[in-house]
């Protein structure tokens, strides 16, 4: 039912706005600069009050069932929202604050109305409006030139960034990787060991015994890789035109992947996570287009297709296999129309896999990695470190022995500063003692964090704050950061004195300096984080609430043909909440799967998957 009194609805606009004005001064920084100066406050009070006058005319109330999914997207948002701010001011989101819960509820009537507008009136009219637009006959051409010339055209940008970055970013694991099977002819099972033969196959193999140059072995590595990333966003543009998404949509996402200085830097980047992505990417997009694929090469074909990149996107990552089966299991639950697919896909990769991590492993001499407990409770190492390492805490003194016994550097939580990765916590990590007495760790982390329940909330807020907040004035202070940089560059990782490193010089500094002194400001400074607006729709919590929305959508339109590609990025979500710091690499699945998302929500009202 539409607000029709003139009067309440002023009344209203003005009680909201106020409430919205309150909000905005309490967690932001950009808003709270400027309101010290009373001009301002006004004028923006103003704006508020003609922004829900003017909603009102907009959206109408919607029936209890989407009211509560309204609210509860809202109160998600808002949670990280201030939670986010509080963090990145005080270095504590400050659970325990009135004034944190309070501002939380002052954020709900803002969010709510932005969060009706998009669902009632953003996806319906701004699909129409942008349908209108010239570029729209473009974005729907279907020949082949088209998409040959889009991938093109992805490539050759990103050939500078490779030319700057010469033979590639080395960087990240596969220095150690390499390091590892030359000095023991094995594999370390740390990492994944499809990646690692790939390394080994690029960089030792091809490169040294067949072109005498680990440089030309790297660079082989570097192309193919930047090949199968730049065809696996040729295939998104591609579906995004089989859907008929606006040409504006279209254009600037394929402006987003050929252009911005992120996606190159990924492309040339040799860690696992990159061809993980590419493989996602094929995986989710041939599922998409069951009947375009099943229409020109034939059922087979297609089974092919799927289980093929979906064994690839599990073995070629570690936590891969894990996303998943988590994708399977959630959406065997929750679908309906294809779960005998979905279960059968299951069945094929998990047979796969298990030939693969069982025998072949063995065959190919893949070592155990005897730490691996330690990777998975990040977290918990992270909490009880904050715990043991404060002063005012509720916490025994045989509590406090076996934290140290445990953790031995739990002490150095606040004394190093380095809470954002847990690294140098769980490397020290008594993995021996965990395995023989699981149950006693397990007891000890739920019983601390009982009696110290703001503790863990801090320290799991400052391990995984990139996921869920973006600061719109500037880059993450480096208790959110820690000492990694987002977006490592090979100028910043030289690993000279390293006898643990494979080395392999770089030469792009050397032919193109300028590209490469580009590279290194922008992976160090991040300057698009100091812009507002756009470091929120270049930061992963952009793609955080995009997502949130999706499901969103999912559930308001009752609409179940997307559960297993949206399980599947819940598996990814999960492991990054788990994880020990945050990286753009490992968050950018989901930046990839953005536009594809958004093309569902405008386009998957009235069409399906299985046509």
């Not at 859907?243 to 980047?269: C, D, E, H, W």
């Not at 599990?314 to 894990?322: D, H, L, N, T, V």
């Given at each position: 039912m539409l607000l029709r009194k003139r009067s309440t609805k002023i009344l209203l606009s003005i009680l909201l706005a106020g409430f919205s004005t309150l909000a905005l001064k309490n967690a932001s920084i950009v808003v709270s600069n400027f309101l010290n100066s009373p001009g301002f406050v006004v004028l923006l009070f103003l704006l508020l009050i003609i922004f829900f006058m003017g909603s009102f005319k907009l959206i109408t109330i919607p029936p209890k069932n989407d009211t509560l999914i309204y609210i509860t997207i809202s109160l998600l948002i808002g949670v990280c929202w201030v939670f986010g701010f509080n963090l990145h001011v005080v270095g504590s989101v400050k659970i325990n604050s009135l004034v944190t819960w309070v501002t939380i509820v002052l954020a709900l009537p803002l969010l709510f109305t932005l969060i009706a507008l998009f669902y009632q009136w953003g996806l319906k009219y701004l699909n129409i409006l942008l349908n209108q637009n010239p570029l729209e006959k473009l974005a729907t051409k279907e020949p082949k030139k088209y998409t040959i010339f889009e991938f093109i055209l992805i490539f050759i940008c990103w050939v500078p960034t490779l030319i700057a970055s010469l033979p590639g970013n080395y960087v990240?694991?596969?220095?150690?990787?390499?390091?590892?099977?030359?000095?023991?002819?094995?594999?370390?099972?740390?990492?994944?060991?499809?990646?690692?033969?790939?390394?080994?196959?690029?960089?030792?193999?091809?490169?040294?015994?067949?072109?005498?140059?680990?440089?030309?072995?790297?660079?082989?590595?570097?192309?193919?890789?930047?090949?199968?990333?730049?065809?696996?966003?040729?295939?998104?543009?591609?579906?995004m035109?089989?859907?008929?998404?606006?040409?504006?949509?279209?254009?600037?996402?394929?402006?987003?992947?050929?252009?911005?200085?992120?996606?190159?830097?990924?492309?040339?980047?040799a860690t696992k996570n990159i061809l993980y992505v590419a493989f996602l990417n094929i995986f989710v997009i041939s599922f998409l287009?069951?009947?375009?694929?099943?229409?020109?090469?034939?059922?087979?074909?297609?089974?092919?297709?799927?289980?093929?990149?979906?064994?690839?996107?599990?073995?070629?990552?570690?936590?891969?296999?894990?996303?998943?089966?988590?994708?399977?299991?959630?959406?065997?639950?929750?679908?309906?129309?294809?779960?005998?697919?979905?279960?059968?896909?299951?069945?094929?990769?998990?047979?796969?896999f298990s030939i693969y991590n069982g025998p072949v492993t063995k065959a190919l001499r893949g070592v155990p990695y005897e730490r691996h407990s330690a990777e998975m409770l990040s977290v918990p190492i992270m909490q009880l470190s904050s715990v043991e390492s404060s002063k005012n805490v509720l916490l025994t003194n045989n509590q406090r022995r076996l934290i140290k016994e445990y953790i031995p550097n739990s002490n150095q939580y606040y004394e190093s500063g380095v809470q954002a990765i847990s690294d140098p916590y769980k490397d020290t990590f008594n993995s021996k003692k965990f395995e023989s007495n699981k149950l006693e760790f397990i007891k000890l982390w739920v019983k601390v964090g009982l009696n110290n329940f703001s503790k863990y909330v801090d320290a799991f807020a400052k391990l995984t704050a990139g996921i869920w907040y973006a600061p719109t004035d500037n880059r993450f202070p480096q208790t959110i950061n820690g000492p990694h940089q987002f977006i490592e560059y090979v100028t910043a990782y030289p690993h000279t004195t390293d006898p643990y490193w494979f080395h392999i010089n770089n030469w792009g500094n050397k032919i193109f300096p300028a590209g490469s002194k580009f590279l290194d400001w922008y992976t160090r400074d991040y300057p698009y984080q100091k812009i507002p607006i756009i470091s929120f729709l270049m930061s992963p919590a952009f793609s955080f609430i995009l997502f949130i929305l999706f499901i969103g959508w999912q559930i308001l339109t009752k609409n179940r043909e997307y559960v297993f590609i949206t399980s599947i990025l819940l598996g990814v979500f999960g492991t990054l909440f788990l994880g020990p710091i945050v990286l753009y690499r490992y968050v950018y699945p989901l930046i990839c799967m953005g536009p594809v998302m958004l093309t569902i929500m405008l386009k998957g009202r009235k069409e399906s998957i299985n046509g």
């Open positions: 990240y694991d596969a220095g150690y990787q390499l390091a590892y099977h030359v000095a023991t002819g094995n594999y370390d099972l740390h990492q994944p060991l499809a990646h690692s033969l790939l390394l080994v196959l690029f960089v030792l193999k091809i490169g040294k015994e067949i072109f005498h140059s680990y440089h030309v072995g790297l660079l082989l590595y570097t192309v193919i890789q930047m090949l199968i990333l730049a065809f696996s966003f040729e295939l998104i543009l591609m579906y035109r089989k859907k008929r998404v606006s040409g504006l949509v279209y254009i600037l996402t394929l402006l987003f992947f050929a252009l911005v200085p992120q996606n190159p830097l990924m492309a040339i980047s287009l069951k009947n375009e694929i099943i229409n020109r090469w034939g059922i087979k074909s297609y089974w092919v297709i799927l289980g093929l990149f979906a064994f690839l996107s599990a073995a070629i990552m570690s936590q891969g296999i894990y996303i998943f089966l988590f994708g399977i299991i959630l959406s065997l639950i929750l679908e309906k129309k294809n779960r005998r697919q979905i279960f059968i896909l299951g069945l094929i990769v998990t047979s796969l």
